[in-house]
């Protein structure tokens, strides 16, 4: 079984600064991907970023990075230059060796101007 | 860019009676999923379809829901007999491969479903 945990309901952030949203996970499997889904109030799931566990390297698009710890089970996602269009929910997601996603709770973020 | 197409975007619909909702996936994809989101709450998978079958499904995919690929390009979920907890955004998903390959899901705008 997969467990997401996305323990912040809520975040703000100023225009053009940096924010970090926050994600946990759980697996029994040793081969797993992590995404970041980005939900705005049209309610369509764009995917922002994807991480395969068995690279160290962190994935990065854009503006968009992660801070994936295996160890720790923790993979955060950074918003640099944050912009109005950033303003959504965004939600943590893992898969393991097929491609259903078990998702977090979500995290609303609000960009202030 | 292809995209994953559900229709209709709004269904309303008394309790008991069937639905139908609709997804178009991306023409080579070859897996096709189905989520829901009750308002508020996260997004939760329902069935995952490949080859013509079920793949895998959750324990929600009660027998009151059904899958169906009844030409080369649809993709259906069948809902017998609405319940009120069923009012939900519904969403497609569709991806290139299943095993092993964390493939990349394209989710549709959604469908939703208002059970009155």
């Known amino acids: 079984a997969q467990t997401v945990t996305q323990s912040q309901p809520e975040m703000s952030v100023q225009e053009a600064e940096t924010v970090t949203l926050s994600c946990t996970y759980d697996?029994?499997?040793?081969?797993?991907?992590l995404f970041w889904y980005k939900q705005p109030p049209s309610r369509q799931m764009i995917l922002v970023i994807r991480?395969?566990?068995?690279?160290?390297q962190n994935a990065t698009e854009n503006r968009f990075s992660v801070n994936f710890q295996k160890a720790a089970k923790s993979f955060s996602l950074k918003i640099s230059d944050s912009q109005l269009g950033d303003a959504a929910m965004y939600f943590c997601a893992i898969t393991g060796a097929n491609s259903k996603l078990t998702f977090g709770k979500g995290i609303t973020l609000s960009v202030r101007p | 860019e292809p995209e994953v197409t559900q229709t209709p975007s709004h269904q309303v619909t008394q309790m008991g009676q069937e639905v139908i909702l609709r997804c178009v996936p991306i023409s080579n994809h070859l897996y096709f999923y189905w989520y829901r989101q009750i308002l508020g709450q996260k997004v939760e998978f329902l069935v995952s379809f490949y080859n013509n079958e079920i793949s895998e499904k959750s324990e929600i995919f009660d027998d009151q829901f059904s899958v169906e690929r009844p030409d080369g390009s649809n993709f259906t979920l069948k809902i017998r007999s609405t319940k009120l907890e069923d009012s939900a955004m519904y969403f497609c998903?569709?991806?290139?491969?299943?095993?092993?390959?964390?493939?990349?899901?394209?989710f549709g705008s959604g469908t939703q479903l208002s059970v009155l």
């Open positions: 991480q395969e566990a068995y690279k160290q």
């Open positions: 998903a569709s991806s290139t491969r299943d095993r092993g390959g964390g493939e990349k899901l394209f």
């Open positions: 697996t029994s499997e040793s081969d797993y991907y």
